[in-house]
């Protein structure tokens, strides 16, 4: 059983920055694919990003070139570098393990789930 704790969120201004992290608990991160999602009351949760196992990431659109995703398997952490915030990012963010290793855009196909941080963009 993996066990997921986000940190990093808060109130941001328009246009700052925040760094989300995900710390896992278990002995195999390095192995996983790692999810980032967000979700706002009353609509679905989206796929943000994902970094695959063996470094390999890959955004959503509407992040693309303003969100990093990274990792660090020494301390069993996954990373989400957001700039350029806007009020629209305002969510709740969720990280997501994939025990294969790919790291998809699908809900479906990750097996832990973190508790969720708040990232509120407003002036």
């Known amino acids: 059983q993996e066990h997921l704790v986000e940190s990093g969120g808060g109130l941001v201004q328009p246009g700052g920055s925040l760094r989300l992290s995900c710390a896992a608990s278990?002995?195999?991160?390095?192995?996983?694919?790692m999810g980032w999602f967000r979700q706002v009351p009353g609509a679905e949760r989206e796929f943000v990003a994902r970094?695959?196992?063996?470094?390999?990431?890959y955004y959503s659109d509407f992040v693309k070139g303003r969100f990093t995703i990274a990792r660090d398997n020494t301390k069993n952490t996954v990373y989400l570098q957001m700039n350029s915030l806007k009020p629209d990012d305002t969510a709740v963010y969720y990280c997501?393990?994939?025990?294969?290793?790919?790291?998809?855009?699908?809900?479906?196909?990750?097996?832990?789930w973190g508790q969720g941080t708040q990232v509120t963009v407003s002036s």
């Open positions: 997501a393990a994939d025990q294969d290793g790919v790291g998809t855009t699908r809900e479906v196909d990750y097996e832990y």
């Open positions: 278990g002995r195999t991160f390095r192995s996983y694919g």
């Open positions: 970094i695959r196992s063996g470094g390999n990431t």
